[in-house]
């Protein structure tokens, strides 16, 4: 009859949780909503362009409702 070595249930546990939060915290903290015009890349102000004159990203515009 087998038995489960007690670290194998808890060692896992913590740090599962604690990447899982890490990675959280990191995509709120480096994916805030853009800015209208902002460069998704650089976050250059590139407002009313077509493309970002830092990094070459195209700039998704506003679209206008029909
Ligand atoms: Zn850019």
Do not use: H, N
Not at 5 to 14: H, Y
Not at 31 to 40: H, I
């Amino acid at each position: 009859m087998y038995r489960i070595p007690e670290f194998v249930i808890f060692l896992p546990l913590w740090p599962v949780l604690l990447m899982f939060g890490f990675t959280t915290a990191w995509r709120w903290y480096r994916f805030k909503p853009l800015a209208p015009g902002e460069c998704p890349t650089c976050r250059y102000d590139a407002a009313g362009l077509d493309a970002c004159p830092e990094c070459g990203s195209p700039i998704a515009r506003e679209q206008s409702p029909a």
